[in-house]
């Protein structure tokens, strides 16, 4: 593959952009200068150098996010920015986008991605990814209210009861709560059902991937590929 469509398919512009940016010296291939757009490369596992930042060559990205509160998920947001402007240009170009929803005031683990056979497969109901959520209610936890998470609670627009998958009283007024679903405000919706109301909300896990502690909020890393998020297939 010609350099300069390396860069074009992993959104560094249109193609004269691409090549605008070899020919000024911009791109490194193993921390050497290359100015040939035309110049052959191997994409396979490939990592190239743009204005001194590194860049994995994959054909879908998938990144995770430390969502800071004052976002929204929507690629139109209302009030606040979007998620997608703490990404940078090249994968906002490529159009990357979050793996399900969470809300403007919640924090925490975001999947985001161009693949959308991934995202089907991770949001899709039958697939039952864990997703963890630690959460601050306004009123004490009570025991109670545990029994009744897990037991199932019925949310105004769905006949059946939604179950917990894990919930446990973390401190008086934090819980932690499992999930397999992903409905609307769920875990808002789930504990406002038991009688207490959530103060602050933040997902902590997602599959088998958790939220690097070393992730400041509002920044990403690459991920490998779906296994870092479903496990060994
Ligand atoms: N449940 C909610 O109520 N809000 C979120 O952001 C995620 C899950």
């Keep these: 593959m010609k350099l300069s469509q390396v860069l074009y398919s992993q959104g560094f512009g249109v193609r004269r952009e691409c090549e605008g940016l070899i020919f000024a010296g911009h791109v490194t291939l193993d921390g ?6 035309f110049h052959e490369v191997d994409p396979e596992g490939l990592v ?5 930042e590194p860049w994995p060559y994959r054909v879908k990205a998938l990144v995770l996010l430390n969502k800071p509160a004052g976002y929204e998920c929507s690629q139109k947001p209302k009030h606040h920015p979007s998620v997608m402007s703490l990404l940078p240009p090249p994968l906002r170009v490529r159009g990357l986008q979050p793996v399900g929803r969470l809300d403007e005031d919640t924090t925490g683990l975001l999947l ?3 693949d959308g056979a991934l995202i089907h497969r991770l949001t899709s109901p039958k697939k039952h990814v864990p997703k963890v959520y630690e959460i601050e209610a ?8 545990i029994d009744e ?33 992903g409905k609307y405000h769920q ?8 009688g207490n ?3 602050k909300l933040h997902r ?8 690097p502690d070393d992730l400041a909020p509002g920044k990403w890393r690459w991920l490998s590929g779906p296994e870092a998020v479903l496990g060994t297939p």
């Design 32 to 37: 050497v200068v290359c100015d040939d757009p």
């Design 48 to 52: 190239f150098g743009v204005r001194g």
């Design 112 to 114: 985001m991605t161009d």
């Design 138 to 145: 306004i009123d004490p936890v009570t025991e109670a209210q």
């Design 149 to 181: 998470l897990l037991r199932g609670v019925v949310l105004h627009d769905d006949p059946l009861p939604v179950r917990a998958a894990a919930a446990e009283k973390t401190g008086e007024h934090t819980l932690r709560l499992t999930l397999l679903e």
């Design 187 to 194: 875990v808002k919706r789930m504990l406002a059902a038991t």
């Design 197 to 199: 109301t959530v103060n």
């Design 204 to 211: 902590s896990s997602y599959g088998v991937l958790t939220l």
